[in-house]
C-alpha cells in the first residue's frame, strides 16, 4: 500500500526484508516471513500492519479487517489502522462503519488529511445513496436528480484522470511502523480521488546567460524536456490501463531491474502484480527532468500509485536512454 514517511533503525532489517517481497507481488513469501517475525514479537505494531497489507493486496478482506481491528484496540492512539479499516468497509459498501472508523482516525490526528479527504469521499457516496432512495420514492424530482448528477460526475472525473493518470508509483515505497509522533505521507485512502491536475515540466540544464546565438539550443532542450516527460506519462497511462505488453515496452534492453533478477523473472512478476488489482491508477506529480545529453536524462517525480482501495505516493526516479527514437527506461531509482 503505503508509504508512512517514518525511519526505523537498522535492528528492523527483518522487516525491510519482508516489505521488499511485498513490493515484489511476493506476497505468499512476504506472509511467511511476516508470520516467523510476529511469533517472536506479537506485539509488533509494524509488523502487524504490513501484516494486514498483505491481506489487503491478496484480497482477504476478512482477514485485513480482524488485523486493524486488533490494532486500533491495542494501539488506540494511532490513525492508520483506522484509515485502512474504513477503505476496507468502503470496499464492501459499508460506508457507515467506514465513517466511523475515519472519525476515530481524526480524532486521534486531527491533522491527519488522508482521513479528512476520505471522509469527504464516504459523505459524497452516503448522499448518492440518499438521493437514489428519494429518487425511488419521486422519480420527477428534478432537484434531487440534479444532485445525484452531479456526485456522479465528481466521482467519474477520478476514472476519467485515471485514464490519463500521470502520476506515481515507484513500487509501493517502504512502509515502517506507525507511530504517533509522525505525520504520515501517503496511506490506504478511500476510492474515487479527486483529479491531478498536470504539472509544468521543469527542464534542469545550466543556466549561463543566453546570447542570441545559443536559443536554438535552449528551445532544443525544452523540447526534449517535454518528450521525456511524455514518455514517463504515456508509461504511467499504459500502467493505469494494465496494458501489460506496452508497459514493460518502455523498458530499454539493458533496464537494471531492481533486485538484480533476471529480466524474464522481473517481467514476470511485473505480469502478476499488475494482473492482480481490479483497478490501477498511476498519476505523476511534480516532475523534474534533467537532461545530461541528447541521449541521457534522467525525471524525478512523486508517484501516485491506487489500486482497488489501496493508495502510496512516494518518491521516484526514472532514468532515461534515448534508442530508436523513443525515451525509454534504463533504471528506476525509489525514495529519490
Not at 479527486?194 to 515540466?201: G, M, S, Y
Not at 536524462?297 to 482501495?309: D, G, I, L, N, T
Request: glycine share 6%.
Amino acid at each position: 500500500m503505503l508509504a508512512l514517511g517514518f525511519c526505523f533503525p537498522a535492528a528492523a532489517d527483518d522487516i525491510q526484508d519482508i516489505n521488499k517481497l511485498f513490493r515484489q507481488g511476493q506476497h505468499e513469501q512476504a506472509m511467511g516471513r511476516v508470520n516467523t517475525y510476529l511469533a517472536g514479537k506479537p506485539k509488533d505494531a509494524q509488523a502487524r500492519f504490513l501484516k494486514g497489507l498483505i491481506f489487503t493486496e491478496q484480497g482477504k478482506t476478512g482477514e485485513a479487517i480482524r488485523v486493524f481491528s486488533e490494532l486500533t484496540e491495542d494501539y488506540p492512539e494511532l490513525p492508520e489502522p483506522y484509515n485502512n479499516l474504513a477503505v476496507l468497509y468502503a470496499g464492501q459498501g459499508q460506508y457507515d462503519k467506514a465513517r466511523i472508523a475515519l472519525e476515530m482516525a481524526i480524532r486521534t490526528h486531527p491533522s491527519y488529511s488522508t482521513a479528512h479527504e476520505n471522509l469527504g469521499d464516504i459523505y459524497a457516496k452516503m448522499a448518492s445513496q440518499a438521493y437514489d432512495r428519494a429518487l425511488q420514492l419521486d422519480r420527477n424530482n428534478a432537484a434531487t436528480q440534479t444532485k445525484l448528477s452531479l456526485i456522479k460526475d465528481l466521482f467519474s472525473g477520478t476514472a476519467k484522470s485515471g485514464k490519463h493518470g500521470a502520476a506515481v508509483q515507484p513500487e509501493p515505497a517502504t512502509v515502517a511502523a506507525p507511530q504517533p509522533a509522525a505525520e504520515p505521507v501517503a496511506a490506504v485512502v478511500a476510492p474515487a480521488p479527486a483529479p491531478v491536475a498536470p504539472e509544468k515540466v521543469a527542464v534542469a540544464t545550466p543556466e549561463p546567460p543566453v546570447p542570441p546565438v545559443q536559443a536554438a539550443a535552449k528551445k532544443s532542450s525544452a523540447n526534449s524536456g517535454n518528450e521525456v516527460l511524455k514518455a514517463v506519462r504515456d508509461w504511467a497511462a499504459a500502467w493505469s490501463s494494465k496494458d501489460v505488453n506496452r508497459y514493460l515496452a518502455f523498458y530499454a534492453a539493458d533496464f537494471k531491474t531492481p533486485g538484480g533478477e533476471k529480466r524474464s523473472d522481473w517481467e514476470g512478476q511485473r505480469r502478476e502484480r499488475i494482473g492482480a488489482p481490479k483497478s490501477i491508477s498511476v498519476n505523476i506529480r511534480d516532475a523534474r527532468v534533467k537532461l545530461v545529453d541528447d541521449s541521457h536524462a534522467s525525471v524525478a517525480f512523486k508517484q501516485v500509485y491506487r489500486a482497488s482501495h489501496l493508495r502510496n505516493i512516494s518518491g521516484k526516479t526514472l532514468v532515461m536512454v534515448k534508442s530508436g527514437g523513443s525515451w525509454l527506461i534504463q533504471e528506476e531509482r525509489s525514495g529519490k
